[in-house]
């Protein structure tokens, strides 16, 4: 570890030292190729780093939950929590997701809550019903609650890297999504992140890493057809047209009933008539 910061160091002072010698435009062509390298390699650097960290923090949530277990439960008896309800509303909810419903989406786990208060799964996703109706604040809230619980929780990590990613801290954003796909607890999880990181990489012009977390999200979750709708923007922004059409083609024809099917759909009848896809959605 300590190699590689020297290893990087010593590449910054180079180019330093390159840019203040009134470089060619051949030179500087060179220049900006070796500094989008540095980037890539000083951003795996910050998230190796974290590794050990995430590590022994992954020990100390596995101790609390030990701790929890062994400790004995004061229950009032009047209380009654239905587990088995709650994941019924919980799965109703996934579904509205699926809809594009997230107002409906709300509800479903609102009184998954209600029938098991504290619930981890159903709180993270009210969390993300609340962010696609870009409710920020609420959403953040209700994560914190989470996260406050189990620091570790995958699900809550990838909605919160989402939430970052639409608040423009990218740098951030790619912390959370990338420690969710390094500790890979939970399949859900992990497949939106890929996603997220992905549109991330979008955001910031990389195209390439873009893509390469498109494909193992839809390589995860062939269902996942906002991958090919988010596939074929990364292609558009980097002036591959016809990869675009090809990505939003496979959308459309996977399902064109399906919300982001039908976005695939409308998308390539834009795009035939001369329109743009848009920057942001």
Known sequence: MSYL?????TRVDA???????????????????????????????????????????ALIDRWKQLDR????VATAPSARIDHLGASTFIEKGWSKLSLDDAAGAELAFCRALELAPGGNEAETLLGWAQMLQQRSDEALATLQRVLARDPAYPLALTTMGALLLKEGRYGEAIEQLSRVIRLDLDRKATLYAHLY???????????????????????????????????????????????????WR?????????????RCTEMLGHVAQGGVPPRFD
């Open 5 to 9: 910061r020297s290893d990087l160091h």
């Open 250 to 262: 496979a959308g459309a024809e996977a399902s064109r009933f399906s919300p982001w099917g039908k």
């Open 197 to 247: 990181l992905g549109m991330v990489y979008r955001e910031r012009e990389m195209y390439d890493d873009a893509e390469t977390f498109f494909r193992k999200a839809l390589e995860l979750g062939p269902n996942l057809l906002q991958g090919w709708y988010e596939l074929g923007r990364a292609h558009w922004f980097a002036a591959r047209f016809d990869d675009a059409i090809m990505a």
């Open 69 to 72: 277990a062994a400790a004995p």
């Open 15 to 57: 180019i330093q030292e390159a840019l203040a010698a009134a470089p060619t435009p051949d030179d500087r062509e060179q220049l900006k190729q070796q500094i989008a390298a540095l980037f890539r390699d000083a951003e795996a650097a910050s998230i190796e780093a974290r590794a050990l960290k995430d590590s022994v923090t």
